[in-house]
């Protein structure tokens, strides 16, 4: 399958796995391929979703502390999950709520240099060939990507909805800009 994947569509899945590094996760989640998209400035589906307001540093905060739905459950008893952040942050140093980085295995290195993928990661990047076939592509590119994460009500497409982004609007607008590249 790897190997309909445009250059773009392959980078997104290298920087997913440095995502997942940076943040100290030990798996590449759907949400490492979300941010891997982000790091294609000048690709298309990452200007869809810079257009329709996707806040990157907010994507970043929401996936480095307790996912949504945690920190909704905190903010219904009056707890500021970001303010606990900050003043941790302010206490402690930068990263102080950070997950720390798996211990080292064997002489000064980890068991493989490789992040296993999530089952949703794994299903978004079969979805994403889906995707370029439904539309008669021969390729999969960021587009794809882009529309298999934002499909149905998988875990990005509900972390896009709570940071503002309707996953309705995201496929409409990929929809419109492959149409008007076709046409």
């Known amino acids: 399958m790897f190997e309909r994947f445009t250059e773009a569509a392959r980078t997104t899945v290298v920087r997913s796995q440095e995502e997942a ?9 759907a949400e490492h391929l979300l941010l891997g998209l982000l790091a294609n400035d000048d690709d298309l589906a990452p200007r869809v979703l810079a257009e329709l307001g996707l806040d990157r540093a907010a994507l970043e905060r929401e996936l480095a502390v307790l996912g949504h739905a945690d920190g909704e459950a905190l903010a219904s008893i009056g707890i500021d999950l970001e303010a606990v952040r ?15 980085r798996a211990p080292r295995r064997g002489f000064l290195r980890r068991k493989g240099d490789r992040l296993p993928f999530t089952a949703s ?60 590249a076709a046409g």
């Open 21 to 29: 590094r940076r943040l100290r996760h030990d798996h590449i989640g």
């Open 86 to 100: 900050r003043q941790a942050e302010a206490t402690f140093g930068p990263g102080a709520l950070d997950k720390p």
């Open 121 to 180: 990661a794994r299903k978004a990047l079969e979805q994403s060939l889906r995707e370029a076939l439904a539309l008669g592509h021969g390729y999969i590119g960021t587009e794809h990507l882009l529309l298999a994460l934002v499909a149905d009500d998988t875990p990005t497409a509900r972390t896009l909805q709570w940071l503002g982004v309707a996953p309705a609007d995201v496929r409409a607008r990929l929809h419109e800009e492959l149409g008007r």
